[in-house]
């Protein structure tokens, strides 16, 4: 296409606010009491964090989240997003290697080291996950949108790019940055689409993408230093 | 040149059509506003429906039954031209979904375009659309953004030899690519040009309006509301104490009858997914419509806003 210049943001949307509202209530409705598992298995991560495990633990947490966005690839992009845009079509591959990565790291690779320390980063990831696990569902009350429309990790996209983001900030070992690709662009992207819908928490995938961008320097310069 | 048939017949057809749609057209009330193909003669409802984001769906059985409803209020108050692309997600299907829920395959006016790079899946594509829809054949199929307009225009040319098309045409929107569509309508043997044009964008009334009449060529104008911005944005301003003149009686109206009646304008097509809008937008279509200096006044009031 040519005269790129002349394209704003909602010449790219293809749906109405309404519809991207329902899309998640009807989701939630197809996936029920899916929600409930998920929560068990954010608890069950943030557990494995806390405490001091070994490669297995980490090797769980991988294999866990990598189950994940497989789940979401599937459920979300190419059985629900896809009925309203297209694009999630192409999008919908890239979050299923997301998924096959993190189960790569689960399985044969040498497993990520993750772990808490008593840090200001490890604090901060500590408080991207429990948004990402307890906040999140609540933003579409607050904001005036349908309870059953709630963004609940495991479910849907943005919850669980946060949350994975959060987890990888504690990490250390070589596809731990490859695999933080797909969730900081989706984080992205979705604060794009959100802007473009007009919906007023558009800013929050991106802001907490970047935090943990942040707690992740913060946590290398504690490192270094106590090294 | 060679004179032949086709020419004589298409320079007459649209002559008269040029004459009839340059006379006020003072219509009683409930007579809906037609406007004449050039290329035939044929005539449509001035205002139709679009379904760029308002029919993108999905699944969504509670608003697939909302836009079926819209549908039908649209034929029952008088609507015809229904336009979609591929681009627009699952609206094909949506109208396809109001369609066949209240009966209304043949009554629309199907309009639909192609939209691929790959100048051989044109006809794949709109052989999977015609699917979507549920109808026999498209009335009009257009070249959707001038994407691959070359070959996608031999495609479709070929159809129309075939009778499996009606019409054809090409799109454009937002003001963009005026250029390669005033070299198209010179140089191309089409039936329509799709457009954006409003009481704020007015590009087109320079070269391309005038040209359309010139060569013959029906107009269907996108973006009327710009997406329903227009809208908002005069909702708090007064309308004119001479708002009668226009026919109008709100602000919808009175931004929609400034398009269709311009004399090169075919079909406006405005999209909703309410009914009582879609009501609103075809009465727009019904009694005065403005001539030129009314025209004037309403543009120039607007300016003053």
């Known amino acids: 296409m040519a005269d790129w210049s002349s394209y704003t943001l909602s010449d790219f949307l293809l749906f109405s606010s309404r519809v991207y509202e329902r899309l998640f209530e009807l989701h939630n409705a197809v996936v029920w009491p899916a929600q409930l598992v998920m929560f068990a298995i954010g608890l069950v991560i943030a557990v494995l964090v806390l405490r001091p495990i070994g490669p297995v633990g980490c090797r769980w947490i991988c294999g866990l989240l990598g189950a994940i966005w497989l789940f979401v690839s599937w459920s979300f992009f190419w059985e629900r997003y896809a009925t309203i845009n297209w694009a999630a079509n192409y999008v919908a591959p890239f979050v299923a290697l997301e998924g096959l990565l993190l189960l790569f790291m689960a399985l044969f690779a040498r497993p990520p080291v993750i772990f808490f320390c008593h840090s200001p980063g490890s604090y901060l990831v500590l408080m991207i996950f429990g948004f990402a696990l307890l906040g999140y569902p609540l933003i579409a009350a607050a904001m005036g949108r349908p309870v059953q429309s709630a963004e609940v990790f495991g479910i849907a996209p943005d919850p669980t790019a946060v949350a994975t983001l959060g987890v990888l900030a504690l990490g250390r070992g070589p596809l731990i940055l490859f695999a933080s690709v797909v969730p900081c662009l989706w984080c992205m992207a979705t604060g794009l689409t959100l802007l473009a819908l007009g919906w007023p928490d558009w800013f929050i995938a991106p802001l907490l993408a970047v935090a943990a961008l942040l707690a992740r320097l913060l946590r290398g310069g504690r490192e270094k230093s106590a090294a | ?305």
Not at chain 2, 44 to 68: H, K, M, R, Y
Request: a positive charge; proline letters at 5%; one cysteine or more.
């Open chain 2, 1 to 305: 040149m060679l004179i032949n048939r086709r020419i004589v017949l298409k320079t007459a057809v649209a002559s008269a059509a040029a004459v009839l749609n340059s006379l006020p057209l003072r219509a009683a009330p409930e007579t809906f506003a037609l406007r004449s193909i050039p290329s035939t003669g044929e005539t449509l409802p001035v205002v139709g429906l679009g379904s760029w984001i308002t029919f993108n769906v999905g699944d969504d059985q509670l608003l697939l039954d909302e836009c079926a409803a819209v549908i039908d209020a649209f034929f029952a108050g008088g609507g015809k031209l229904i336009d979609s692309s591929p681009m627009y997600g699952s609206s094909q299907s949506t109208i396809g979904y109001g369609l066949k829920k209240h009966r209304h395959r043949d009554d629309v006016f199907s309009a639909d375009k192609v939209w691929t790079s790959y100048p051989d899946a044109g006809p794949e594509q709109i052989s999977r659309t015609r699917g979507e829809w549920g109808v026999k054949r498209f009335d009009l199929m257009q070249v959707h953004n001038l994407l691959e307009w070359k070959s996608h225009l031999e495609t479709l040319r070929a159809m129309k030899a075939r009778g499996e098309l009606r019409y054809i045409g090409v799109t454009t929107s937002h003001g963009r690519r005026h250029d390669i569509l005033e070299r198209i309508m010179n140089t191309e043997e089409i039936d329509f040009v799709q457009v954006t044009y409003n009481i704020l964008d007015r590009e087109v009334e320079k070269r391309i309006l005038p040209l359309a009449r010139e060569r013959g060529i029906g107009v269907i104008i996108n973006r009327p509301y710009q997406r329903g911005f227009l809208i908002k944005r005069f909702a708090s301003e007064e309308l004119p104490k001479w708002l009668p003149e226009t026919g109008a009686s709100s602000w919808p109206q009175f931004l929609l009858k400034f398009i269709i009646s311009h004399p090169a304008v075919t079909c406006a097509i405005p999209a909703t997914t309410r009914i009582e809008h879609v009501r609103e937008n075809l009465a727009a279509a019904t009694g005065n419509l403005p001539d030129a200096n009314l025209r004037r006044r309403m543009a120039d009031y607007v300016r003053q806003l």
